[in-house]
Antibody, heavy 125, light 106 residues
Framework: EVQLVESGGGLVQPGRSLRLSCKVSGFTFDDYAMHWVRQAPGKGLEWVAGISWNGESRGYADSVKGRFTISRDNAKDYAKNSLYLQMNSLRHEDTAWYYC??????????????WGQGTMLTVSS | EIVMTQSPVILSVSPGERATLSCRASQSVSSNLAWYQQKVGQAPRLLIYGASTRASGIPARFSGSGSGTEFTLTISSLQSEDFAVYYCQQYDNWPRFGQGTKVEIK
């Protein structure tokens, strides 16, 4: 079964850092691009960051560029295949549900066909 | 940056009726356009990609059309489970979503 499971969300103070993880299973991880998408409470979807199949290309929304870093572990041990989002200098406006999503191609030119259940980040003092 | 604009913001439809949702891109995205459905408390689900190809397991009552800058998602006969928010997304450049259309029961 194809599955994406996010973790790492929670309550954090403004200016602090946090790392989100997304554990994947059920597909050949290193064939596909992966993405993070967020959704502020009551708002629409916002693409945050994407990473190519081999990790060599990355893209970011302007709202997080320079603060967030996306990475992936294409481990030979499939049980360890994971996607990450390192978030630094967090702001109130980063408060949102964060979803990881699988691309349908190796880089950004593809739809997102599998989504995790999301992890909630609240940035508040 | 490509801006995606969806209309209407809210669409009130009776069960069994046809629903037509629109999505416009600020510049051509070719056929690199997807539609997603999101129900309350759930992650989005891919419905359509390549502007008109149904994703795996998506019922035939969902259809997509268009290319370039104008796109349409049509639900031919609304079922109770179809009342949700629908988003378009372009992936011709860095991915961008529209603001969403809420399909509610009339």
């Amino acid at each position: 079964e194809v599955q994406l499971v996010e973790s790492g969300g929670g309550l954090v103070q403004p200016g602090r850092s946090l790392r989100l993880s997304c554990k994947v299973s059920g597909f050949t991880f290193d064939d596909y691009a992966m993405h993070w998408v967020r959704q502020a409470p009551g708002k629409g979807l916002e693409w945050v960051a994407g990473i190519s199949w081999n990790g060599e290309s990355r893209g970011y929304a302007d709202s997080v560029k320079g603060r967030f870093t996306i990475s992936r572990d294409n481990a030979k041990d499939y049980a360890k295949n994971s996607l990450y989002l390192q978030m630094n200098s967090l702001r109130h406006e980063d408060t949102a549900w964060y979803y990881c999503a699988k691309g349908t191609t190796g880089w950004y030119r593809g739809a997102f066909d599998i989504w995790g259940q999301g992890t909630m980040l609240t940035v508040s003092s | 940056e490509i801006v995606m604009t969806q209309s209407p913001v809210i669409l009130s439809v009776s069960p069994g009726e046809r629903a037509t949702l629109s999505c416009r891109a600020s510049q051509s995205v070719s056929s690199n356009l997807a539609w997603y459905q999101q129900k309350v408390g759930q992650a989005p689900r891919l419905l359509i990609y390549g502007a008109s190809t149904r994703a795996s397991g998506i019922p035939a009552r969902f259809s997509g059309s268009g290319s370039g800058t104008e796109f349409t998602l049509t639900i031919s006969s609304l079922q109770s489970e179809d009342f949700a928010v629908y988003y378009c997304q372009q992936y011709d450049n860095w991915p961008r979503f529209g603001q969403g259309t809420k399909v509610e029961i009339k």
